[in-house]
């Protein structure tokens, strides 16, 4: 999940938000953004990621049968945690 990023960042982040009505099939709609921040004080820029669908499939597999609204994936070099609500 780091390719695409520069090779020194402060943190980079990747947000899910589900939204809550399904269509007619049962499929809900996810939007993605891909976040970073190259220091500590820097505002966070959108980056491109190398694939995109495999932090999502992460989530979904991770989430499934459960019902959510947000989940994010937070990491640094050296470390990662993931949260959703």
């Known amino acids: 999940m780091l390719e695409g990023l520069a090779d020194d960042f402060f943190e980079a982040k990747i947000i899910c938000s589900c939204e809550p009505a399904a ?3 049962g499929r809900k709609t996810v939007q993605t953004s891909y976040l970073v921040k ?9 980056f491109e990621p190398a694939d995109y669908l495999y932090p999502i499939q992460c989530i979904e597999t991770i ?9 994010s994936i937070h990491f640094t070099p050296k470390s990662a945690r993931f949260a959703w609500a």
Do not use: R, V, Y
């Open 23 to 25: 269509d007619e099939q």
């Open 38 to 46: 190259l220091e500590a004080e820097s505002e966070d820029e959108q």
């Open 63 to 71: 989430l499934k049968g459960k019902e959510w609204s947000e989940a």
